[in-house]
């Protein structure tokens, strides 16, 4: 119980989070001026994030004043103090050994660490965990009583023209939804997000299709060697067998990889050397690398769907398979602009995803990761 009296005077102030006022945007550079849809996607799709995150605040910072005002209304009516309402309404049972092991064991690849070294961290995240429920239910239950919707400004839906012509692509000849995926050889969050999609793929394989697109960011240099190869692969029309080898292979990847993998698909090995000493070659790669930075990607995995950015957040194959839904049926896609039940909009702090039911992200710069299996993305 001694959690609960600091959680409940926190309710009952409010947060110190301003609002962002959406104004026209726009800059000048060398001869030109950037403004609306004339700015750089890269631009766009930040601005869009933050705008994201804004509504975020937004949500947030209401739901705490109508929480704070439910809390006060009940005590009123109760003859109690707003605290022992919210103590009473918000408790929560304090983690046990069995719930400490299960957050552990889901969220292992996250941690990295002996469990009794960590044992006091995972009490705080359990009851973070279980409160953020809790949160949900009052939520709900004010959305029931007191007709509690949210109406937040709609960020615009951005959509930009994502090259698909000559990169190999499989799936629908004549698809509904395309997935492009940018991607690196040596990104483990690649390999498990192409055997999410490919899952995926299954499931719509007669509307939809997958489009590879290089971006071997991993500054070893090696996975640029083997991007260049699989377009040589594919000159042989053994692209997708070469991919899957590569990423089977993604820990043993070298210099030397390039041909074996080659020689493994028993490719033609004078075709292959002398697709990699032609400068196209090389160009082809330049080409999607910088088609991927002008679209705003800076770190592997990035999908685009239909030409839309599509970010997994928690888990890749329910979101992808949502997201495919709302692109084949748009009509019965929910917009942010419309009034949202309260209880649903309700976001508090994100937890940790259950093991493997992410795909983070290998960056450019470092070759540093976000989400699980970070250590992995550092190059060998």
């Known amino acids: ?102 957050f552990y064991d889901q969220n292992w690849e996250r941690i990295q660490k002996p469990y009794k070294e960590v044992k006091d961290e995972l009490v705080g995240a359990v ?9 949900k239910e009052v939520l709900k239950q004010i959305a029931t009583e007191k007709n509690y919707t949210v109406s937040l400004p709609k960020p615009e839906a951005l959509v930009f023209e994502v090259k698909t012509e000559g990169y190999p692509s499989k799936g629908s000849s004549t698809p509904s939804v395309t997935l492009v995926e940018f991607a690196d050889f040596q990104c483990p969050h690649c390999k498990e997000g192409a055997e999410i999609a490919d899952k995926v793929l299954k499931q719509y394989s007669d509307k939809m299709r997958i489009v590879y697109r ?9 996975s ?52 990699l000493e032609d400068p196209k070659t090389h160009e082809a790669l330049e080409a999607s690398e910088a088609e991927g930075r002008n679209l705003g990607v800076n770190g592997t995995p990035a999908f685009f769907i239909n030409g839309q950015p599509f970010r997994p957040q928690l888990d890749m194959e329910k979101e992808l398979t949502a997201a495919i839904e709302s692109a084949l049926n748009p009509n019965t896609a929910t917009t942010s602009s419309s009034p949202t039940p309260a209880a649903d909009a309700a976001s508090t702090t994100t937890t940790a995803p259950a093991a493997s039911s992410g795909v983070g992200t ?19």
């Not at 009851?127 to 949160?135: L, P, S, T, V």
């Not at 290089?214 to 500054?219: A, G, L």
């Not at 041909?259 to 004078?270: F, G, M, R, S, Y």
Request: net charge negative; with cysteine; aromatic share 6%.
């Open 1 to 102: 119980m001694h959690l609960f009296k600091p959680l409940a005077a926190a309710l009952l102030c409010t947060l110190p989070l301003s609002l962002v006022q959406a104004a026209e945007l726009s800059y000048h550079y060398g001869d030109q001026d950037y403004s609306g849809k004339n700015l750089p996607a890269a631009v766009r799709i930040q601005l869009n994030e933050l705008e994201t995150k804004v509504n975020q605040q937004r949500q947030d910072i209401i739901d705490q004043y109508v929480l704070d005002a439910w809390l006060r209304e009940k005590a009123k009516a109760e003859g109690k103090t707003p605290e022992e309402v919210a103590a009473k309404a918000l408790e929560v049972a304090e983690p046990d050994e069995a719930a400490l092991r299960k």
């Open 127 to 135: 009851w973070a965990e279980r409160q953020q429920e809790k949160m």
């Open 214 to 222: 290089h971006m071997p960011i991993n500054p070893s240099g090696i």
């Open 224 to 275: 640029r060697k083997v991007a260049a190869a699989s377009i040589c692969a594919d000159q042989q029309g053994k692209f997708w067998e070469y991919h899957d080898l590569a990423f089977k292979n993604q820990d043993k990847l070298d210099d030397k990889s390039p041909l074996q993998l080659a020689t493994e698909l028993k490719l033609d090995e004078a075709k292959m050397k002398a697709c």
């Open 362 to 380: 290998c960056t450019s710069s470092n070759s540093t990761a976000t989400g699980a299996d970070a250590t992995k993305c550092t190059p060998q």
